[in-house]
C-alpha cells in the first residue's frame, strides 16, 4: 500500500490543510482546470486569487494558474473558514499522559470538523490549545451528546485505539433524562434495525433483523422525569436516541426524534439530556485495565426549574 505522503502545508490555528488527490484520468490541461471543476462552490475567481497568493501547494512547491495537470498527483490547500458562533462552554481534561488524552466534551461542540463546525469542534481546540498538532480522535461523539470523548496523543498508536473501538471492545455507559413512565417495564434490552441514508439528517427503524442493542435502565425518578443507564452493544448512529423514543420515553432536548425540529445553531439552550459517562477497556498498548467517568450533571435533572421555565 503506497503512503500518503505528508502535507507541505503546516497545520493552521489547530486545523490540517486540506488535500485532494488528482484522478489518474482526466481531461484536464492544468490543475487548476481540475479544481475550478471539482470545488463547484469555491467561486473560480476565488481560487485563481489563492493561486496567486501561492496558497495551494503540490509536492514540489506551490501550484500556479498554468501548473500542468498531472494524473495521480496531490495538492493541499486551506479551506476558507465559515462563519462559526463560539461555542461558551469548556472542554474538561478528564485524563492525559503520553499516549491518551481524554475529555469531558460539552454539548453543542462537535468533536472533528465538518460542515460548519470547523475552528469550533474539540479536535481543532485542543490541538491548538494544548499544544499537541498531531492529536487524532479514536471515536467520535455527537455534537449535541456531552461527555466523554478520548484522543490519541501519538499517531502511531492511532490504529491501536480505533481498533478497540470499532471492535467494540471499550464499554460504555451513558445517562439519559427522560420522562418516567410508571408503566414501562425496567430494565430492559432494545433490539431494532437501524438505518441512515447519506443527505438524510435523521436515521430510522425499519423491519428487517435487529443491527443494534441497547440496555436500558432506571437509576432513579422524580418529578415525572427518570435518569436512566444506557449500555449500548452497537454503535448505529442515533441508536439511543431512537430507542429511548422508541420506548415513548424520548431524551429531553431531542429536536429530532420523534419529531425533527430546526434548531440554530447559536441556540444554546435546552441541550440534549444525553451524556457520555463511562469508558472502560484493557489499554492495547500497556495491557492495564482503564475506566474513565465524566463528571458533568444533566442540566434537567440538577436544575430541572430551568427546564420547567422553558
Excluded at 5 to 10: E, R, T, V
Excluded at 62 to 68: G, L, R, S
Aim: charged share 30%.
Amino acid at each position: 500500500m503506497r503512503r500518503r505522503p505528508k502535507a507541505p502545508l503546516p497545520q493552521r490555528n489547530g486545523l490540517d490543510p486540506a488535500r485532494l488527490r488528482l484522478p489518474a484520468e482526466g481531461e484536464w490541461v492544468t490543475v487548476r482546470d481540475h479544481l475550478v471543476e471539482r470545488l463547484p462552490r469555491v467561486a473560480p475567481e476565488r481560487i485563481d486569487m489563492m493561486l496567486r497568493e501561492d496558497r495551494i501547494m503540490g509536492l514540489d512547491g506551490p501550484i500556479t494558474v498554468d501548473t500542468p495537470y498531472a494524473p495521480d498527483s496531490y495538492v493541499w490547500f486551506h479551506r476558507d473558514l465559515p462563519v462559526e458562533v463560539p461555542v461558551p462552554f469548556e472542554i474538561g481534561i478528564v485524563h492525559r499522559d503520553n499516549d491518551l488524552l481524554v475529555v469531558d466534551k460539552p454539548h453543542f461542540l462537535a468533536t472533528i470538523p465538518r460542515g460548519q463546525h470547523v475552528m469550533e469542534t474539540a479536535l481543532v481546540k485542543l490541538r491548538h490549545d494544548l499544544g499537541l498538532p498531531e492529536l487524532v480522535p479514536a471515536h467520535r461523539l455527537d455534537r449535541v451528546t456531552a461527555g466523554l470523548v478520548m484522543f490519541v496523543v501519538r499517531p502511531e498508536l492511532r490504529g491501536k485505539y480505533q481498533t478497540m473501538f470499532r471492535d467494540r471492545l471499550v464499554h460504555k455507559e451513558y445517562e439519559a433524562i427522560a420522562g418516567h413512565d410508571p408503566g414501562l417495564v425496567l430494565p430492559c434490552t432494545v433490539r431494532s434495525h437501524i438505518v441512515k441514508e447519506r443527505g438524510v439528517i435523521t436515521a430510522q427503524e425499519i423491519d428487517s433483523p435487529p443491527n443494534s442493542e441497547t440496555l436500558v435502565e432506571l437509576a432513579e425518578h422524580r418529578g415525572g422525569l427518570g435518569r436512566y443507564r444506557l449500555v449500548p452493544r452497537t454503535g448505529r448512529t442515533h441508536q439511543l436516541r431512537l430507542h429511548m423514543s422508541g420506548l415513548g420515553v424520548p431524551i429531553l432536548g431531542d429536536d429530532f426524534y420523534p419529531v425533527l425540529t430546526e434548531k440554530p445553531l447559536d441556540d444554546f439552550t435546552r441541550p440534549l439530556q444525553l451524556l457520555a459517562k463511562v469508558l472502560a477497556f484493557t489499554d492495547p498498548v500497556s495491557g492495564a485495565a482503564r475506566r474513565f467517568e465524566s463528571k458533568r450533571e444533566l442540566s434537567a435533572w440538577s436544575r430541572p426549574g430551568e427546564w420547567a421555565a422553558g
